[in-house]
C-alpha cells in the first residue's frame, strides 16, 4: 500500500512540474512588445516538402509557374524517419484550391459598422449583442461579390483589444503588405486545425496580440518576385475558427453563425421547432441557467427592446408581473418560450424581448454535463394609470412544488 502511495505522488509531482515548465515556457515565447518578436533573420521552409496540383515539386521550380499560389501549409509529427519538416500546398487557378476556405460563401460581416472576417465576428460575445440586422441583396465590396450581409449591434468594445492582420504584421515584422502572405494558425498542429492562408484583405481579420505566441517569417521566390511568408502562431485562433467537428468554438457563436442565412435575427439563440418529446427535463440542478452578464444587464437589455426609458419613471406606477416559462439546451439556447400568467396584451412585448436576446442564458449542469433545463420566471415590472409598462424592476425564479412520493 506505501509503495502505491509512493508511486501515486510521484506521478503527481512529475506533472506538477511538466504543469509548470509549459507554463513557464508559454510566459516567454508570449510577446511582450515588438522587439521579442521582430524577425532578424528569414527563413526559406528548409526541409519543407512542396506539392503543386497534387504533384511534388523541388522548391526552384516554383518559377516556372507564375499563377502559383498557397493553399494550406502544416508540420508533420516528428519522428526518427521523417524525412521533411513540413508540407506546403499550392495550387494554380486551374487546379482546386486545397482546402477551400471554410467560410467563403458566407456573407459580408460587420460589427457596429465596420467590416470584418468570418474569424473575427465567430469571436465576438454573442451575449453583448444588442441587435443583429441582416441583408439578403448580394453586396459587392473592395472586389468581393458578398451574398448578403449581416450587421451585428453589439455593447461589446470588440476593436479596443485587437488589431488588424496589417497592423500585427506591421508592428512586428516591417514588411510591406504588398509582398506577403499571412498563415494564421493555433499552436497545435494537425490536419484539421492547420490554420488559413491570407493573402489579401488583411484589415478584416482582427487578433488580440496578448494572444500572439510566435511571429516567424520564411521567404519563398515565385516567378513574380520574392514573397514572404508571414508565421503568426495565436493562442486564440481556434475559438475564432468554426467548423462542424474537431475546433472548439464558443457554444452561442454556433447556434448563430452554423449556418448564418438560416437563424432569426429576432431570436438568434431561440430554437422554435426543437423536439422535447421523450426527453429528460429537469427543473432543478446543480448548476442552474442564468443571464451570463448578471440580471441588471439583462433586465436592461429587455428594456432597450421595448423603448423603455434609461432613467426610473418620476411619475406613479404601480407594479405588475408576468411569469413565463422556457426550456434551456445543452448549449444555452431556448425553446418553449411562453407566458403562463393571465394574458394581458403587454406580454407579447416581454415575449419578443426575451426572445431578441435569447443568446445571454449559460446551460444548465450536473456532474459536468450540461442538462435540458425548464427555467421559470418572473419579472416585475412598473406602469402607469394607462397601462403602458414604464421599467423593468426585477426578475425571480419559481419551482414547482415537489411532489410527494408514495
Known sequence: MITAYMKYYQILLLMLVGSFTARSQQLTTSPLDSTLLYPKQYGTFENYEFILNGARIEKEELLKYPEAKFGRVFDYIQGPKRKYQGVLYLHTPWYPPSPADHHADDPAYFINNIQVSPYAIRSTLVEEYTAIRRSE??????????????????????FANRMTISEIVKKYTGLPLENVIVHWRDRYWDPL??????????????????????????????????????????????????????????????????????????????????????????????????????????????????????????????????????????????????????????????????????????????????????????????????????????????????????
Open 137 to 158: 441583396q448580394d453586396t459587392l465590396i473592395d472586389g468581393i461579390v458578398y451574398q448578403g450581409s449581416i450587421h451585428v449591434d453589439t455593447d461589446e468594445d470588440f
Open 193 to 406: 486545425n492547420s490554420g488559413i492562408i491570407i493573402q489579401d484583405h488583411f484589415p478584416l481579420y482582427y487578433i488580440n496580440p496578448k494572444g500572439l505566441l510566435e511571429v516567424k517569417v520564411d521567404r519563398v521566390r515565385f516567378a513574380d518576385g520574392e514573397r514572404y511568408f508571414v508565421h503568426l502562431v495565436d493562442q486564440g485562433y481556434r475559438y475564432n475558427n468554426l467548423t462542424e467537428k474537431g475546433w472548439e468554438t464558443p457554444q452561442k457563436n454556433f447556434v448563430v453563425f452554423f449556418k448564418p442565412r438560416e437563424f432569426d435575427p429576432k431570436a438568434p439563440c431561440y430554437i422554435a421547432d426543437f423536439d422535447i418529446a421523450g426527453k429528460d427535463i429537469r427543473s432543478r440542478a446543480q448548476g442552474e441557467p442564468e443571464p451570463s452578464l448578471g440580471e441588471a444587464a439583462y433586465l436592461k437589455k429587455l428594456s432597450a427592446h421595448m423603448g423603455l426609458p434609461a432613467d426610473q419613471p418620476q411619475a406613479e406606477t404601480t407594479r405588475d408581473s408576468i411569469l413565463v416559462q422556457f426550456i434551456v439546451l445543452h448549449n444555452g439556447a431556448i425553446t418553449g418560450l411562453e407566458s403562463i400568467s393571465p394574458q394581458k396584451p403587454v406580454h407579447a412585448k416581454f415575449l419578443q424581448a426575451i426572445k431578441q436576446h435569447s443568446c445571454v442564458w449559460t446551460a444548465a449542469w450536473e456532474n459536468r454535463k450540461t442538462l435540458l433545463f425548464r427555467r421559470k420566471m418572473v419579472i416585475f415590472y412598473g406602469k402607469d394609470k394607462k397601462g403602458n409598462i414604464r421599467s423593468l424592476d426585477r426578475l425571480e425564479y419559481r419551482y414547482d412544488a415537489l411532489q410527494p412520493t408514495s
